[in-house]
């Protein structure tokens, strides 16, 4: 049985600037000795997680912070009918490793939080205190024995199952990501522009004067964007205390749609970049395989202009050279908007995204 899933995926963005630098400029990268532009993991993450349909069908997302004392107001209010408000800021200072925790508070760095895990933790802590000498170092023991229910507890942030948590102090429990994310970059050398824009003050133009109220530059491109991620199953189901796997196949169905649909929110109220993927591969897999190097030669335009088509001809290319040469065994699956034309041995395709989510939903038929 396949413990892999690797997504692939190109989507075409009219002119845009999804991500930037601290220099307010693009995000880019040199691969193949050309200028790709760049839409870095962290974005494209949190897009999909702060995203409607995640909320729908993935639940909340967790909080990331490093506000202590803003996260612990919150926990304080939204666990008051369960706890009492010294034991809510108890598990809370247990987990971060820090003392009297006040407004402005912070941990060492941002990290995720889920409310469910300080209300088990709460629950622990309640009921370890009838016990006598009962301290934090008894509470890391007990978490160590019932890992799998403080994870499940974790995992009402799904995200934290997927992208995992690191901690570096407390007891709070780390976890390896079931879910590796690449920065999506262009199929395709780009030369980007810059917009020159002004803002208008209307008293101004009222009053018959001249001159804008505001002047400024930003750089913009557009382009095939290749975006990859593999899912770990077996990664997953233990980051959710032991989930089912068809409960893992069932999150990695929405994960083909977010992945197809998502797109950063950075400065869309000016360029309107809302495009839909072009183009989905996605298989089952016993190891975690990109497709990057299909692209390391930068695509060239078709006969017909336009960079969609020839990059879902290489990307189908080089994943027939990837199995051929290294007897890689996945069984796959295409949606397109292209005509797929001849499909490789063991690639199945569906004409709708929905269609591909169910195949993913319902496993690796061919295990």
């Known amino acids: 049985m396949k413990n892999f899933i690797n997504f692939h995926v190109l989507i075409s963005h009219s002119p845009s600037c999804l991500n930037r630098d601290d220099m307010n400029m693009q995000k880019s990268a040199v691969f193949g000795g050309v200028r790709r532009v760049r839409i870095s993991s962290q974005s494209l993450k949190r897009a999909i997680r702060h995203s409607d349909y995640y909320r729908e069908y993935l639940g909340k997302p967790s909080v990331r912070t490093r506000e202590l004392g803003r996260f612990t107001k919150k926990c304080v ?12 800021i108890k598990a809370i200072q247990w987990l971060s490793d820090k003392e009297g925790i006040a407004d402005d508070t912070e941990a060492d760095a941002v990290a995720p939080w889920v409310v469910a895990e300080v209300a088990k933790y709460c629950e622990a802590i309640k009921m370890g205190e009838t016990e006598e ?4 170092k008894k509470l890391a023991k007990k978490i160590a024995k019932e890992s799998a229910e403080f994870r499940a507890a974790t995992s009402q942030g799904l995200d934290i199952a997927l992208s995992g948590r690191m901690t570096t102090s407390g007891i709070m429990t780390p976890v390896d990501g079931a879910l590796a994310v690449a920065h999506a970059m262009t199929t395709h050398a780009v030369d ?9 003050d209307d008293l ?10 505001h002047l400024n530059t930003q750089e913009f491109s557009s382009g095939v964007f290749y975006r990859y991620a593999s899912l770990n199953i077996q990664q997953l189901q233990e980051n959710l205390g ?15 749609h977010l992945l197809a649909t998502v797109v950063p929110s950075a400065k869309q109220q000016s360029f309107a970049a809302h495009n839909l993927a072009d183009c989905v591969l996605v298989s089952f897999a016993d190891i975690p395989v990109s497709l990057a190097n299909a692209f390391e030669a930068p695509v060239q335009k078709g006969k017909a202009g336009g960079f969609k088509e020839p990059s879902v001809d290489k990307l189908l290319q080089y994943w027939q050279q990837m199995h051929r040469g290294y007897g890689l065994d996945e069984q796959a699956a295409l949606f397109t908007l292209a005509s797929p034309g001849t499909l490789p041995e063991k690639m199945a395709y569906h004409d709708t995204l929905a269609g591909l989510a169910d195949w993913v939903r319902h496993g690796n038929p061919l295990s």
Request: no cysteine; charged share 30%; proline share 2%.
């Open 77 to 88: 209010h939204e666990l008051e009918d369960r706890y009492s408000q010294d034991l809510v």
């Open 133 to 136: 000498g009962f301290d934090n």
């Open 192 to 200: 980007s522009d810059i917009d020159w824009f002004t803002a208008v």
């Open 204 to 213: 101004v133009a009222d009053a018959g004067e001249i001159g804008a109220g």
């Open 242 to 256: 032991g989930t089912p796997r068809e409960r893992a196949l069932e999150i990695a169905k929405h994960l083909a």
